[in-house]
């Protein structure tokens, strides 16, 4: 089964565990069966409409899915997916100059 | 969970913030947790990437935050969060920075006015993510 990397805030959902197996044949099937298996972990991966945050990043080896197929990127036993984290923020619109 | 940050530490912070204004600054808070005391080791400057409104948005990339990681990691450490300065407004999480943000790490916020820092504050996204909690900055 493919691996899932899980960046550091996020073990504390899946039992401290660094690295998860999961079934699937696409990122978007590993990443959804990530999801069922540790629900805890939904609301941090997705919207509440179900599309994958804009921040959560996932690649597979070095390449960011978003560059290759999306979800629909194939995946096999072999293939290691890393979810990394972008940082962002900032104060609020009309509020700042 | 406190989060214990030395002088020098929180000065580099002040600094930084002071030295980007009026744009965002960015870094991570490096170190360790112990015994429910989050220990602030160091601060590490990140470049703030966000496209454009600099002044209101910062961003830091995926691939940095992974070099950050595995820097971290080399010295023994890891990412215990990460700061942000907001210029001219308060050192209080937007809903922008809510909606962006990730459990489990913490997030500085300096409130910075050209050559002062008005106030510094940490923050924890709550669980089910419908806010924050502050933890106390000790010395």
Redo the contacts between chains.
Sequence with gaps: MPKVKIPTPLRQYTAGNPEVEVRGVTAGEALGNLASEHPDLKQHLYTGDGKLRSFVNVYKGDEDIRYLEGQDTEVSDSDELTIIPSIAGGCAGGRCK | MPLKMGAGDVERIHEHAREAY?E?C?GALVGMDSGGVRIVVDVWQ?ENT?ED?R?????????A??RL?ERAEEKDM??LG?Y?S????PAE?????RE??????S?VIASVSGENVEDMRSWTLR???SGYDEEPIVG
């Design positions: 009026p965002e960015a990140a966000h409104e002044s209101r948005r910062f961003l830091i990339e995926p691939l935050v992974k990681e890891g990412l990460f942000h907001h210029p001219d407004h999480p937007s809903e922008y920075d962006h943000a990730w459990p489990g790490y997030y669980d089910d993510r």
